[in-house]
DNA sequence: AACTGCAACAACCGCCTTAGT
DNA sequence: CACTAAGGCGGTTGTTGCAGT
């Protein structure tokens, strides 16, 4: 009954990696690419799931990651992202180079939610804490419910939401909008100085938007 | 020095989506 | 169109290290 099992979990380790699997790892998929995760463990004669691979891979130990602490330009950007996006961790992440959305994550549960808690915002909704009693039946802003995920259109609950412009207006079909290609450069010298930061989220015409050309940017990426 | 509580983060689990047949 | 396998994602848990008592 159900789904088969990713792997055979009899025969796979678990827990933290050695430093011997990384290399392993690390050796086989410079030699023959990514390629199918199921597949390979075996041929790369790890006693891993596909998926432990994938995650080891994705989030320490490719080459482009940035690692150490994150910058107060990423901090905010982190927040004004998780504002319009909810916990969309990889979406949020691909607009940060060099971070996975595993970090990410991390990072906001730990730190950013301590952090937006102590200027008197609440982490979920982004509205000040002493709001929360007015809209105490609200989701978190930028999720949605299964039900309009199935609908396939999220709708703004917050009839008082300080973002309910942008949500009007966000874009979140995403797909049309190709990651940052230039992940090893710093967000300012990506020669996008001419995107403000709803356009570089596919928000052309947004209220906010303060640079010049408003068609240009990642709507013309097809 | 031993204990406890907490923060940080690595890793796993289960569900959903997508591609292939 | 239905089904299946694999990939991907987000939530959660487990482990470790550190600070405070």
């Not at 933290?16 to 995760?37: F, N, P």
């Not at 992202?81 to 949020?92: A, C, D, E, R, Y």
């Not at 804490?129 to 989701?139: G, Q, R």
């Not at 930028?142 to 942008?166: D, R």
């Amino acid at each position: 009954m159900g789904r088969s099992p990713c792997c055979e979990k009899a025969h796979t380790n678990k827990g933290a990696w050695t430093k011997e699997e990384d290399e392993r790892l690390v050796s086989y998929i410079q030699a023959h690419g990514e390629g199918c995760w199921r597949t390979l463990p075996k041929a790369a004669g790890l006693l891993r799931c596909g998926k432990s691979c994938r995650l080891r891979w994705i989030n320490y130990l490719r080459p482009d990651l940035k690692r150490g602490n994150f910058t107060v330009e990423e901090d905010e950007l982190i927040i004004e992202l998780h504002s319009l996006l909810g916990n969309k961790w990889s979406l949020i992440a691909g607009r940060l180079p060099g971070r996975t959305d595993n970090e990410i994550k991390n990072y906001w549960n730990t730190h950013m939610r301590r952090k937006l808690l102590s200027r008197g915002i609440d982490p979920s909704t982004h509205r000040p804490t002493n709001d929360l009693a007015v809209d105490s039946m609200s989701t978190s802003f930028g999720a949605v419910s299964k039900e309009e995920k199935i609908a396939g259109v999220p709708t703004c609950k917050h009839q008082e939401n300080p973002y309910e412009g942008k949500c009007q207006e966000l874009n979140l079909d995403l797909k049309i909008c190709p990651p940052f290609q230039h992940q090893s450069e710093p967000l300012k010298s990506r020669g996008r100085e001419d995107l403000c930061f709803y356009c570089s989220l596919g928000l052309q015409n947004s209220k906010g938007c303060s640079c010049s050309g408003g068609d240009s940017g990642f709507a013309r990426h097809e």
